[in-house]
């Protein structure tokens, strides 16, 4: 077994940890790109959107995978190699969101299905879009080949590949479940608090922290006893960072969600904050705050409008309340754990980490 000894000790020091385990798994997704073949796509535009959605995140996923990993075995450069492939399959879901969201930027920079269209002159805008939105499709698509690929050529054995795939199909599919579910939540509809929580669940938060780690303990063969630990602990701290994310889709700016302002509101996403502020709300601010969620188009004023009633209905304190519970009951599991203190120490660092106000 590869010994991964490049890698600093989660006991020496986390930030150091975090950014070499980070830089490692971009190189290796993208020493994978240069690998695969891509006949008939080799162009700038292509090039550029797997760079801006494969190898420019902040690598939770694989992050939490790899830390799964640790829990019960030591450091392993094929580990690691499997935890990178969740970079792709991350890609993909955010190919396909974004041309479901019809959003216009991903990390700052223009979304594919944009980045995409441009240049295509054929048939006039309309026909461009469409060409944009397809190929941005396909190129998910085939992200998420790639991920299953270079999960299965990373090196790990036999054996414990074949601890991963139960979950690793489990959790494709809850993926697309709540993206499904997601299609249709619209805060039109009043959804209630509990069902906007599990379509978050499902969509973001269990395939952010829960699953990854999971996958990566069943990998590494850790006892039941550590397996739920983290499965508590990766939904607890799932359930926080999506929460979090709802509270930037209303409040967070451009320069650090790298999406545009307006889009959680502007779409009429029925996020928990949203909710959350029509339910806390007194009832002249709350009858307001509904004509506007209800009308079929938001301009910038009627945005800031429905920011300003949602900081007023006290949701932004509520929903941090929210997050910083789960965050306890999340590290209270990881103190009655067993394991070593150097992985006890990084999950705790972690669960800030994709908790923090801004990341």
Request: a negative charge; hydrophobic letters at 45%.
């Amino acid at each position: 077994m590869d010994t991964g000894a490049g890698l600093p000790d989660i006991a020496v020091g986390f930030d150091g940890w975090r950014a070499e385990v980070r830089t490692r798994v971009l190189d290796e997704v993208a020493g994978f790109l240069r690998g695969v073949r891509t006949d008939g796509l080799r162009s700038a535009a292509v090039e550029d959107v797997l760079r801006q959605y494969a190898v420019g995140g902040k690598c939770l996923r694989s992050g939490f995978m790899y830390l799964g990993w640790l829990c019960g075995a030591e450091p392993d450069d094929a580990a690691l190699r499997a935890a990178a492939s969740l970079e792709l399959l991350h890609a993909f879901a955010l190919l396909q969101d974004d041309v479901m969201d019809d959003a216009a930027l991903r990390r700052g920079a223009p979304a594919a299905h944009i980045r995409l269209s441009e240049g295509y002159g054929h048939d006039g805008v309309e026909s461009a879009v469409r060409f944009g939105a397809s190929a941005a499709t396909l190129l998910g698509d085939m992200c998420l080949v790639w991920a299953e690929r270079m999960l299965r050529e990373s090196g790990v054995d036999a054996a414990a590949l074949a601890r991963v795939w139960p979950g690793y199909d489990e959790m494709r599919i809850e993926l697309a479940v709540g993206q499904y579910a997601d299609l249709t939540n619209d805060v039109r509809d009043r959804p209630a608090l509990e069902e906007v929580l599990a379509i978050a669940r499902a969509k973001s938060g269990n395939y952010t922290v829960a699953r990854p780690l999971e996958l990566g303990a069943a990998m590494a063969g850790c006892a039941e006893e550590t397996l739920m630990m983290l499965s508590r602990y990766g939904t607890r701290i799932g359930e926080a960072f999506q929460l979090r994310d709802d509270l930037l889709g209303v409040f967070g700016s451009a320069a650090v969600t790298g999406k545009p302002e307006d889009s959680d509101l502007g779409q009429h996403r029925a996020t928990t904050v949203v909710v959350v502020a029509l339910e806390s709300a007194d009832p002249a601010t709350r009858r307001e705050l509904s004509e506007l969620a209800s009308r079929p188009a938001l301009d910038q004023a009627a945005i800031t409008r429905c920011r300003d009633l949602i900081g007023a209905s006290g949701a932004p304190e509520r929903v941090e309340a929210m997050i910083a519970d789960r965050v306890d009951e999340a590290r209270s599991a990881l103190r009655a754990c067993s394991l070593p203190s150097g992985r006890r120490a990084a999950l705790d660092q972690m669960a800030l980490l994709c908790t923090a106000r801004q990341m």
